[in-house]
T-cell receptor
């Protein structure tokens, strides 16, 4: 069974602080995606990382994929109340590539619930 | 483009009943996946449909089933409901390109099912 472990599970910080969320697995993933989910809504994709060692930046968010494609991190600089939400990582399993694409069988971590207080 | 829509948004059922949830994907998207989200287990993959065929399935009992119609709309059905089926059921659609690239999944807002 492939598992994605996210840490920390909960994080409550003040506006302006930095934070890092981790996503670890013993399995190798074809790609790894990060989502943010707000209450009453479905997850919204933030980024997809594909290449081992890849670093992607999205404004104040920095995403890194481990060299071995087993782990990833999300770093937020100068967090703002609007960053509040549930952050989920999801790994794409090679077994889902039935039709040459990666579909459907995403393995999700349980998420990190982030609260940024003004 | 309109996003993924799910109906109903909220549902309350009692044990033993059955329920059908509906998902309309983004126009042009051919793949629809279903997930169950609970506080304890997080998001778990149920199944994926492409061109009216189930091509991927998670580890859920046979009480959970689904189907996809020719217009890519999908339904999932849960029979003989149990208390533990209370969850947020999410549907996601994607283009399902065959180029080998990772397709983005777009999630709907979910259906909140409560089983009493």
């Amino acid at each position: 069974t492939q598992l994605l472990e996210q840490s920390p599970q909960f994080l409550s910080i003040q506006e302006g602080e930095n934070l890092t969320v981790y996503c670890n697995s013993s399995s190798v993933f074809s790609s790894l995606q990060w989502y943010r989910q707000e209450p009453g809504e479905g997850p919204v994709l933030l980024v997809t990382v594909v290449t081992g060692g890849e670093v992607k930046k999205l404004k104040r968010l920095t995403f890194q994929f481990g060299d071995a494609r087993k782990d990833s991190s999300l770093h937020i600089t100068a967090a703002q109340p609007g960053d509040t939400g549930l952050y989920l990582c999801a790994g794409d399993t090679p077994s889902s590539r039935h039709y040459g694409g990666s579909q459907g069988n995403l393995i999700f971590g349980k998420g990190t619930k982030l609260s940024v207080k003004p | 483009k309109a996003g993924v829509t799910q109906t109903p948004r909220y549902l309350i059922k009692t044990r033993g009943q059955q329920v059908t949830l509906s998902c309309s994907p983004i126009s042009g998207h051919r793949s629809v996946s279903w997930y169950q989200q609970t506080p304890g287990q997080g998001l778990q993959f149920l199944f994926e449909y492409f061109s009216e065929t189930q091509r991927n399935k998670g580890n859920f009992p046979g009480r959970f089933s689904g189907r996809q119609f020719s217009n890519s709309r999908s339904e999932m059905n849960v029979s003989t409901l149990e208390l533990g089926d209370s969850a947020l059921y999410l549907c996601a659609s994607s283009l399902a390109q065959t180029s080998g690239s990772t397709d983005t999944q777009y999630f709907g807002p979910g259906t909140r099912l409560t089983v009493l």
